[in-house]
């Protein structure tokens, strides 16, 4: 992330949460948070405490993700891809591990790019509790606190220039073919992680319109009657897939 994110989101909890302003954005949640970088750490510290949520740990380096929350059992874990010690994808992979360990805790990773096999990876065991946001939208306060709920509710939560790329890289035979324009439309804000209100506010439509579309999506990627918001990653999956 450059100097000048990091600055604008320390201004940022500065400026829309004074001390004492805690709880505005909806229910407490624990949070670990793991970024090797002191600025931005501080930053997003600073920036959740004021929301009203609870930051249980932090932690600098991807070997003591996985512990740490193990320990502390918060309700989200927060994760920087790129940590040391390889500074690669170590942040990543301890997301993954947390998962198999401890699916009961949410993970929203932060990522500097937009990487389409980190979505991928981190949606392969076709459950929800995920999320992968561009660091930059960290800025906007209302993306980073609405994705921190999707997860810990289950839900998935796709940074928007993830998924425009996804469909910008979508190349030759398309499994996905027999879904109309409108469908298309649909599964994509369903992998942004919004739900059927949210979707009909975007695409100005009514809500039964969307469920109908949401039921013609699961019909036509052969997804049987289950759990709504595992079927709904599925779908999600199903096009991450077909980008591969």
Known sequence: MTAGTVVRVQGLAAALHPPGASGRLGCLMRILLAEDSVLLREGLVRLLEEAGHDVVATVEHADRIVPAALEHRPDVAVLDVRMPPTFTDDGLRAAVELRRLAPEIAVLVLSQYVEESYARD????????????????????????????????????????????????????????????????????????????????????????????????????DLPPDDNDHRRVRAVLAWLDATG
């Open 122 to 221: 981190l949606l392969s065991d076709g459950r929800g509790g995920i999320g992968y946001l561009l660091k930059d939208r960290v800025q906007d306060l209302g993306a980073l606190d609405d994705a921190l709920h999707r997860v810990a509710a289950g839900g998935s939560a796709l940074d928007p220039d993830v998924v425009a790329q996804l469909v910008a890289a979508r190349r030759g035979t398309d499994p996905l073919a027999r879904l109309t324009g409108r469908e298309r439309e649909v599964l994509m804000l369903m992998a942004e992680g919004r739900s059927n209100a949210a979707i009909a506010a975007a695409l100005v439509i009514s809500a039964g319109a969307v469920e109908k579309h949401v039921g013609n999506v699961f019909a036509k990627l």
